[in-house]
C-alpha cells in the first residue's frame, strides 16, 4: 500500500450552532460552524436535505445561490436567505 499524500490535516476549535424553524411551507434544520477558514464565511449545513454551502454575505447577495446550493423553490429559498442575513 502506498504512503497517503495529504494536502493538509490541521484541527481547530470552531463554533457550532444548530437552529431549527419552521417557513411558510417548510421546516429547516440547520448546522452553522464558524470556523477561521473559508475567509470569514460560514459552514451552513441542512440536515433535512443533506445539502451544506460555505455562505458569506456574497452568496446572499447572488440572484439564485441559495435557491441552487439548497435545491430551494424561490419562496423557500428567500425565507433561507432571510433568516441567514440576520447570523452572516
Do not use: C, W
Not at 431549527?20 to 470556523?35: A, H, K, N, Y
Not at 447572488?62 to 433561507?80: M, S, W
Amino acid at each position: 500500500m502506498s504512503e497517503r499524500f495529504f494536502l493538509y490535516d490541521e484541527s481547530e476549535e470552531t463554533k457550532t450552532r444548530f437552529v431549527s424553524f419552521m417557513g411558510e411551507e417548510q421546516r429547516f434544520d440547520l448546522v452553522i460552524i464558524s470556523t477561521t477558514r473559508y475567509y470569514g464565511k460560514k459552514l451552513v449545513l441542512d440536515v433535512q436535505s443533506n445539502r451544506f454551502g460555505i455562505i458569506g454575505t456574497d452568496d446572499l447577495d447572488e440572484p439564485g445561490y441559495i435557491e441552487h446550493a439548497f435545491q430551494l423553490n424561490d419562496k423557500d429559498g428567500h425565507e433561507l436567505r432571510d433568516f441567514l442575513y440576520e447570523i452572516i
